[in-house]
């Protein structure tokens, strides 16, 4: 992560402001995190007709509190990594589905289109021990 978070305030400022969203994908809920329009465009452009190789990681900050999930995206193949600073006091469905469907999906926060990309994540188990843990911190 690329961002300097030390107080509450900083972590609370870098939140993923355009939310996410869960829609069904055969028959399975999935997290559908909401970007800007021109980072949609560029995971496309980077990635159609190309195999992909995605690498997600889950970081975890907990002050007690509040817990704040990081998700860091990174295309192996491509110059793209992303993250997404979640708020999980506020978002835990957010990580069940993910934890349970294995999935996570990126779209455009503005379009009326269903234009989704999907991503499968390659360590399934880590989201659920994530999930559980996420839980626990807010217990």
Do not use: W
């Not at 900083?10 to 995190?33: E, M, R, W």
């Not at 989201?127 to 626990?136: D, G």
């Amino acid at each position: 992560m690329n961002r300097d978070l030390n107080t509450l305030e900083d972590f609370i400022a870098n939140v993923h402001k355009f939310g996410y969203s869960l829609i069904s994908y055969n028959q399975t809920k999935v997290p559908c995190l909401l970007v800007e329009t021109q980072l949609f465009e560029s995971i496309m452009r980077e990635s159609y007709g190309k195999s992909n190789l995605i690498d997600t990681n889950l970081n975890i900050y907990d002050d007690g509190h509040h817990v704040f999930v990081n998700l860091n995206i990174n295309f192996l193949r491509t110059n793209l990594e992303f993250d997404f600073l979640l708020y999980a006091n506020e978002t835990t469905d957010f990580f069940k589905f993910l934890a349970s469907s294995g999935m996570l999906g990126i779209t455009p926060h503005e379009s009326s289109q269903s234009n989704v990309f999907f991503v499968q994540l390659p360590k399934k188990d880590q989201a659920e021990k994530a999930y559980q843990l996420i839980l626990s911190k807010l217990n």
